[in-house]
């Protein structure tokens, strides 16, 4: 028998109010830590910058290796590389360059940066400044962050409709709780969910009800994969191994056009998950009407 409140509700009508983003303004740069990294190389950046325009950028670039040896660890940024070691290869061979603790002569050195085309970037004026041009480069590097932020944004998205509830950190919701400390903290038994103390399960919030303790899970996708299958499974066992506990209820909260590839795996959870809801379900107030 399907829970009353699935069974009440049509899936394809709501599967049909995903949202296709929940991008907010500071999802795409964090200028924060753009600016931050560029200001800890700053100074080197602006030693090096004397070499734009040179017209013996060799010999010049030598010089300050002699005198600021610490300029070489900003090199492997202007190439858009976060790592000090690079390894390069041409007919005369192979050699590991390292930019943190020098290893190489000033040749070699030199040598890189001809090949790699970064004398010809400064000294033909391709770039006029290198904190501007390292400033792009980390705006860039920086898009590679969006993943790990979009990962976060259901989450803080769903905590703001908890503290909206008025529930209140600390005291009638729980942030990243593992099964031990909710078993401890409300004496419950949550065996059937770890194999009995097997596996380790963490919920990204808990919510105490009056008479119920509620383990909730979050994720948005916009895009398709295999992971999209495996949580709406994993999700699914989670559900059928607390269906008979009646101190404890799995909460997910999910949403993103991504789940249209993968909704025949969502409906199975559908139709056994009585608490399974997307942002349209927050919006409307669900967590006032169900969780408290």
């Not at 040896?69 to 390894?87: G, S, V």
């Not at 002569?105 to 041009?133: A, P, Q, S």
């Not at 005291?171 to 593992?178: A, G, P, T, V």
Request: hydrophobic residues 35%; charged residues 25%; negative net charge.
């Amino acid at each position: 028998m399907l829970p009353m409140f699935t069974s009440m509700r049509d899936f394809d009508s709501w599967l049909a109010s995903f949202r296709p983003s929940i991008a907010d303004y500071k999802y795409y740069t964090d200028f924060n830590k753009v600016f931050n990294n560029v200001d800890a190389i700053k100074i080197p950046l602006n030693i090096l910058n004397s070499l734009i325009g040179s017209k013996n950028i060799e010999e010049d670039f030598k010089k300050i290796l002699t005198q600021y040896p610490e300029t070489l660890n900003c090199i492997p940024i202007l190439l858009a590389k976060r790592e000090f070691d690079i390894m390069a290869m041409d007919e005369e061979g192979q050699i590991d360059f390292h930019f943190d603790k020098p290893n190489c002569t000033n040749e070699e050195y030199v040598k890189f940066m001809r090949k790699t085309g970064l004398f010809d970037l400064m000294e033909n004026h391709i770039v006029n400044n290198l904190v501007d041009y390292v400033t792009g480069i980390e705006t860039g590097l920086d898009s590679n962050g969006r993943k790990n932020r979009g990962g976060h944004l259901m989450e803080n998205l769903v905590e703001g409709f908890l503290c909206k509830a008025g529930l209140a950190k600390g005291k009638s919701y729980f942030k990243e709780m593992y099964i031990h400390e909710i078993e401890s903290k409300w004496n419950i038994d949550l065996s059937s969910i770890s194999n009995n103390g097997g596996s380790e399960k963490r919920f990204d919030f808990v919510v105490k009800g009056k008479d119920i303790v509620y383990g909730i899970e979050t994720n948005f996708y916009t895009s398709s994969g295999s992971k999209l299958n495996e949580t709406a499974r994993s999700y699914k066992t989670i559900t059928l191994e607390t269906k008979d506990l009646d101190y404890f209820k799995f909460v997910w909260f999910t949403d993103g056009c991504g789940w249209r590839s993968a909704k025949n795996n969502l409906k199975e959870t559908f139709d056994v998950l009585e608490h399974l809801y997307n942002i349209a379900d927050l919006e409307s107030g669900i967590i006032s009407k169900v969780l408290i």
